[in-house]
């Protein structure tokens, strides 16, 4: 069950115009963390549901296997560029990106959206009691943030349509899944007529971090680029994952 925390006009969005630039194919755009957010709160005002994409180097690098993870990005609204390699990458094309712009970063700017606009968050995703501490925090960060619902992401894949509908019924302007990739887009795209969120956004492990869970990196580890080492020692059955780093960097080497 959703845990209830508390309790426009249309316009037509084009994103097509905005700048980019493609790493191993899929568009990344580059904008600052300020323009993402200011085009979110234009995806919220506009008709229909849109996607975000907080795409780190895996995700990018899993996408050239995975053609439903590959149709959902290029069918996303917006592509955030979320970790070093990203930013690497863009700055080898020739195409830098303005800043890395993080889901977790995202979540604090839209929850301080929210608490000036009154937008309606529900959070879904993280293990049993970790989005409800999150949400609290964030609440008590950003006085009036409109969170309406929190939900754990440990559930099988044959409860999806359950609990996208239980979302659906809080009518959320701004959906968070954080159940880790690809799992968090899947559930974003597929169910998209049921948790009926205006914007939907995958952003990994981003309430495991609100709720203290996870102790984030040091800022001068994240100057340095090294938040993927700091994450690997905190959790070392991340190892998969860091080891897809050489490997998209080596294909981007390899790409035009
Ligand atoms: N998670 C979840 N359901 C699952 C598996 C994972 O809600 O079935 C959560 C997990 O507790 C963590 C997040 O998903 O909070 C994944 O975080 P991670 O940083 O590993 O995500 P990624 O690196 O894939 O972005």
Redesign the pocket.
Known sequence: MLATVKSCFVTQVSVASLPSTRILGILVHRLTMDQFVEQIETLIQSEGQHMVATA?S?MIFDAQSDSELRSILEAADLVTPDSSGVIWAGKRRGEPFPEKVSGVDLVARLCELSAQKGYKIAIL???PG?AETAAEKLTLQFPGCNIVGTR???FPTESDEVVAEEIGALKPDILFV????P?QEKFIARHKSLHRAKVAIGV??S??VYSGKAKRAPVFIQKAKMEWLWRLLQNPS?YK?TMKLPRFMFAVMRSK
């Open positions: 780190d895996s995703g993280a293990a970790v754990h992401g440990f954080a159940m880790g990739i799992r990994g492990g309430f495991d991340k994952k």
